[in-house]
């Protein structure tokens, strides 16, 4: 496995774009970019669609001061085989779930990652940045679930929070 991953690592920034701490909205503190070869990935995600036996895919990145070395699997018990989604018209639509890793891979991973040290969300920079922005070069955010804040959380008031915890 040590070297399967060493294969991968040419293809990822050795490090984070940036290790500064960065705000990335007001509810959240700080971020890291990501910026790995993403034509990799898809290709690994190519193969695996074409594949019989649904290898796994690998990806492996460096943020928030530590090594991501990932495996993602298939997901085919997401959907049913059959799995239709009807339109707004009544019209009814295959889904195609090759695609499905526990989430979407169109060769830019997004999704949530469970670590020993907490959860960390890894989304496309375009939902946060417009177009050639020059804020960030990287096609991803990182951030940890630490750096999530309510900043409206006082200003929230009212007894049916409470009770329902109660």
Known sequence: ?????????????????????RK????????EGLDYDTGALH??????RRS???PDLRLSFRAHGKRFSMR??????????DVKV??????????????????????VFEGK????????YVEHARRYFPPNSTRTRAH???????DVTDPYANRRHGKFYQEAYE
């Not at 690592?9 to 701490?21: D, E, F, G, N």
């Not at 993602?72 to 085989?81: G, V």
């Not at 009544?90 to 526990?102: A, N």
């Open 1 to 21: 496995m040590d070297e399967e991953l060493y294969k991968l690592a040419p293809l990822c920034s050795p490090q984070p774009v940036h290790t500064s701490r």
């Open 140 to 146: 991803s955010v990182i951030y940890k679930d630490g």
């Open 72 to 81: 993602l699997r298939r997901d085919l018990s997401a959907f049913s085989d």
């Open 86 to 107: 009807e339109g707004s018209q009544g019209q009814l639509h295959d889904v195609d779930t090759s695609h499905i890793y526990h989430g979407e891979l169109t060769g």
């Open 43 to 48: 290709e690994q995600h190519v193969r695996s």
């Open 113 to 120: 990652i469970i670590a020993h040290d907490g959860a960390y």
């Open 24 to 31: 990335l909205s007001e509810y959240i503190e700080h971020f």
């Open 52 to 54: 019989t036996d649904s």
